[in-house]
């Protein structure tokens, strides 16, 4: 395992955190290697934002202990973060200031040089491909221009681990490739990246282990490969009947195939040979089929359960 | 919380660095207020009002009241900073949530805040000095004396609005201030008339509230006398400062260190 070869450098030991009566982290226990990069994953209201917000320091805990590079964050204090950069789920530039204005404020926030800052900003406009904005204020840009301006932000101190929450949410797809090429140049680099997301191809992309986060608790962890190969060996088969009604309803499947599940209009297979359930149902027109192989998606919604979750962190 | 986490560092400075460069931004549009508005005042109050009332405490009432628009609008300019524009920066700009990603503390952001509340107020009072100036309202050698009891007062209405500040959900809730604190003081703390014509309840009412204290220092001072009793002056002014921080830092701590 990665862990045991490179020491810990962020671990999370049985974290507790209740809001009034709610328990929002039940025992958040995972750690990340020095330069890799850790995905959390799970619904809205699974406690990413609150165990990132720990890792931070900015929230009191009621159990359990975050060490970073060995050390125990409690006793850190607020100078853990100086060698932390943060993307937070709601963007925050100052809108007054300029893209460049914005880097050299935040600096300051770090009581880092002028020279250091300035050399520093016009590095990391470089970087994220923001140089010829500089002088530009923020309205101008774009959406995917302003995340990009906070992840050069997050960098201004030559951050030791970068925390991403949800970075790409709401970009369209050039914008987040961008980002995610950045992302993986940092880690080479070797920044430890923790990223919160809940889309499953970001965390496919971009990180070495996932952590499934559910209710406050990482329900699974491992490599994406890995999460597949363990939850869902093999393909996946969905198969819906034009007509709109149930599809096989006597369940003639269970014959075929070991797993599945019925979600609204959809029969969803998962097996190694799905041939002779397709023998079965592939020529009937009544019915319409797509196989593929399975992915953190299917894993993700097995584990965490098709309910939808509309309350917000 | 340790004690340490109470006192602020270096890093309130970035802060209000930070306010200031923004405030440079918006120079012009706020310059104008800060000298249009006091100038509209002594016009239509000094002129105006000042025709029929004539001398007030043994001075023209046009002297009489420059010297309460200064320490008045030191109020209202520090209150509306550490309640409007801070709010601002709290909840709709996220500002706040971005400085506590980096090593500063909840202390140096208030004490940020506190800081640059007080400098717009001096910011405010000098404007008001000058245009006063012109009418021969300001006079005397103990002017400069001024500044520093106008930095003073700035903090304890600045840390005032900022208790505000921490306990409010949405705009609508400053009203409540205004209407119980800042307008009450604007016209019972010696801004217009003095002290001693008000009953002697309503006079020691008044010397529970900062502006009285601000006012009974800066009339002597920008009208070229010496203010008596100042260490008690400055005492209750401090007092508001100091507590007022506290309160708001329990206040800001609880609400942004979730």
Same mark, same amino acid.
């Given at each position: 395992?990665?862990?045991?070869?490179?020491?810990?450098?962020?671990?999370?030991?049985?974290?507790?955190?209740?809001?009034?009566?709610?328990?929002?982290?039940?025992?958040?226990?995972?750690?990340?290697?020095?330069?890799?990069?850790?995905?959390?994953?799970?619904?809205?209201?699974?406690?990413?934002?609150?165990?990132?917000?720990?890792?931070?320091?900015?929230?009191?805990?009621?159990?359990?202990?975050?060490?970073?590079?060995?050390?125990?964050?409690?006793?850190?204090?607020?100078?853990?973060?100086?060698?932390?950069?943060?993307?937070?789920?709601?963007?925050?530039?100052?809108?007054?200031?300029?893209?460049?204005?914005?880097?050299?404020?935040?600096?300051?926030?770090?009581?880092?040089?002028?020279?250091?800052?300035?050399?520093?900003?016009?590095?990391?406009?470089?970087?994220?491909?923001?140089?010829?904005?500089?002088?530009?204020?923020?309205?101008?840009?774009?959406?995917?221009?302003?995340?990009?301006?906070?992840?050069?932000?997050?960098?201004?101190?030559?951050?030791?681990?970068?925390?991403?929450?949800?970075?790409?949410?709401?970009?369209?797809?050039?914008?987040?490739?961008?980002?995610?090429?950045?992302?993986?140049?940092?880690?080479?680099?070797?920044?430890?990246?923790?990223?919160?997301?809940?889309?499953?191809?970001?965390?496919?992309?971009?990180?070495?282990?996932?952590?499934?986060?559910?209710?406050?608790?990482?329900?699974?962890?491992?490599?994406?490969?890995?999460?597949?190969?363990?939850?869902?060996?093999?393909?996946?088969?969905?198969?819906?009947?034009?007509?709109?009604?149930?599809?096989?309803?006597?369940?003639?499947?269970?014959?075929?195939?070991?797993?599945?599940?019925?979600?609204?209009?959809?029969?969803?297979?998962?097996?190694?040979?799905?041939?002779?359930?397709?023998?079965?149902?592939?020529?009937?027109?009544?019915?319409?089929?797509?196989?593929?192989?399975?992915?953190?998606?299917?894993?993700?919604?097995?584990?965490?359960?098709?309910?939808?979750?509309?309350?917000?962190? | 919380?340790?004690?340490?986490?109470?006192?602020?560092?270096?890093?309130?400075?970035?802060?209000?660095?930070?306010?200031?460069?923004?405030?440079?931004?918006?120079?012009?549009?706020?310059?104008?207020?800060?000298?249009?508005?006091?100038?509209?005042?002594?016009?239509?109050?000094?002129?105006? $009002?000042?025709?029929? %009332?004539?001398?007030?405490?043994?001075?023209?009432? /046009?002297?009489?009241? #420059?010297?309460? =628009? &200064? !320490? *008045?609008?030191?109020?209202?300019?520090?209150?509306?900073?550490?309640?409007?524009?801070?709010?601002?920066?709290?909840?709709?700009?996220?500002?706040?949530?971005?400085?506590?990603?980096?090593?500063?503390?909840?202390?140096?952001? $208030?004490?940020?805040? %506190?800081?640059?509340?007080?400098?717009?107020?001096? /910011?405010?009072?000098? #404007?008001?000095? =000058? &245009? !006063? *100036?012109?009418?021969?309202?300001?006079?005397?050698?103990?002017?400069?004396?001024?500044?520093?009891?106008?930095?003073?007062?700035?903090?304890?209405?600045?840390?005032?609005?900022?208790?505000?500040?921490?306990?409010?959900?949405?705009?609508?809730?400053?009203?409540?201030?205004?209407?119980?604190?800042?307008?009450?003081?604007?016209?019972?703390?010696?801004?217009?008339?003095?002290?001693?014509?008000?009953?002697?309840?309503?006079?020691?009412?008044?010397?529970?509230?900062?502006?009285?204290?601000?006012?009974?220092?800066?009339?002597?001072?920008?009208?070229?006398?010496?203010?008596?009793?100042?260490?008690?002056?400055?005492?209750?002014?401090?007092?508001?400062?100091?507590?007022?921080?506290?309160?708001?830092?329990?206040?800001?701590?609880?609400?942004?260190?979730?």
């Amino acid at each position: 395992m990665a862990s045991v070869v490179n020491p810990a450098f962020l671990e999370l030991r049985v974290l507790h955190k209740r809001y009034g009566g709610r328990e929002v982290l039940r025992g958040v226990d995972f750690a990340v290697a020095a330069g890799e990069c850790f995905a959390l994953v799970g619904p809205n209201g699974a406690g990413k934002s609150t165990t990132v917000r720990a890792i931070q320091g900015l929230t009191p805990t009621d159990g359990g202990e975050i060490r970073i590079g060995g050390r125990a964050l409690a006793e850190m204090g607020r100078a853990a973060r100086a060698d932390m950069g943060v993307v937070p789920q709601t963007d925050n530039l100052d809108p007054d200031f300029t893209v460049q204005e914005n880097l050299w404020t935040y600096g300051r926030y770090f009581g880092l040089p002028k020279a250091l800052i300035r050399q520093r900003s016009a590095e990391l406009l470089e970087f994220m491909a923001l140089s010829d904005y500089a002088a530009q204020p923020i309205h101008s840009l774009s959406g995917g221009m302003q995340r990009r301006l906070t992840i050069a932000r997050a960098l201004i101190n030559a951050p030791k681990l970068l925390l991403l929450d949800e970075p790409t949410t709401g970009l369209d797809p050039q914008a987040r490739h961008l980002i995610w090429q950045r992302l993986r140049e940092l880690r080479r680099q070797g920044t430890t990246l923790l990223l919160t997301t809940h889309y499953m191809d970001e965390a496919e992309r971009l990180a070495d282990r996932v952590g499934i986060i559910d209710h406050g608790r990482i329900l699974a962890e491992d490599s994406p490969r890995g999460l597949i190969a363990t939850h869902i060996p093999g393909d996946v088969v969905e198969l819906r009947r034009v007509d709109g009604e149930l599809p096989d309803p006597q369940d003639l499947h269970h014959q075929w195939v070991s797993v599945s599940e019925r979600v609204g209009d959809t029969l969803i297979c998962y097996g190694t040979d799905l041939s002779p359930l397709l023998m079965h149902f592939a020529e009937d027109p009544a019915y319409r089929w797509i196989q593929r192989p399975a992915s953190l998606e299917d894993v993700f919604l097995r584990l965490t359960g098709r309910d939808l979750r509309e309350e917000s962190e | 919380m340790p004690i340490g986490e109470i006192l602020p560092g270096a890093g309130a400075l970035a802060v209000l660095q930070r306010n200031f460069g923004v405030w440079r931004k918006l120079l012009v549009p706020s310059m104008l207020g800060n000298f249009g508005d006091p100038l509209l005042y002594l016009l239509a109050l000094g002129y105006g $009002l000042g025709h029929f %009332v004539g001398r007030m405490d043994g001075m023209p009432y /046009i002297t009489f009241i #420059a010297s309460g =628009i &200064v !320490a *008045s609008s030191v109020m209202n300019t520090a209150s509306f900073e550490g309640l409007y524009s801070a709010f601002t920066r709290m909840s709709a700009q996220h500002t706040y949530a971005a400085m506590l990603a980096t090593p500063l503390r909840v202390s140096d952001i $208030l004490t940020g805040e %506190v800081l640059w509340c007080a400098v717009k107020g001096l /910011i405010s009072a000098v #404007a008001i000095i =000058i &245009v !006063a *100036s012109f009418f021969g309202a300001i006079q005397g050698p103990w002017v400069f004396l001024a500044l520093p009891v106008v930095l003073l007062a700035g903090l304890s209405f600045g840390g005032l609005a900022l208790v505000m500040t921490a306990l409010a959900k949405s705009y609508d809730f400053f009203m409540y201030y205004f209407t119980l604190a800042v307008t009450p003081m604007f016209l019972f703390c010696g801004v217009f008339y003095p002290l001693h014509s008000l009953p002697p309840f309503a006079q020691q009412l008044a010397q529970v509230l900062p502006l009285t204290h601000a006012v009974a220092l800066l009339r002597p001072l920008l009208t070229g006398h010496l203010p008596h009793e100042v260490l008690y002056h400055m005492g209750v002014l401090l007092l508001y400062t100091l507590v007022a921080y506290v309160l708001a830092w329990r206040l800001f701590t609880r609400r942004l260190l979730r």
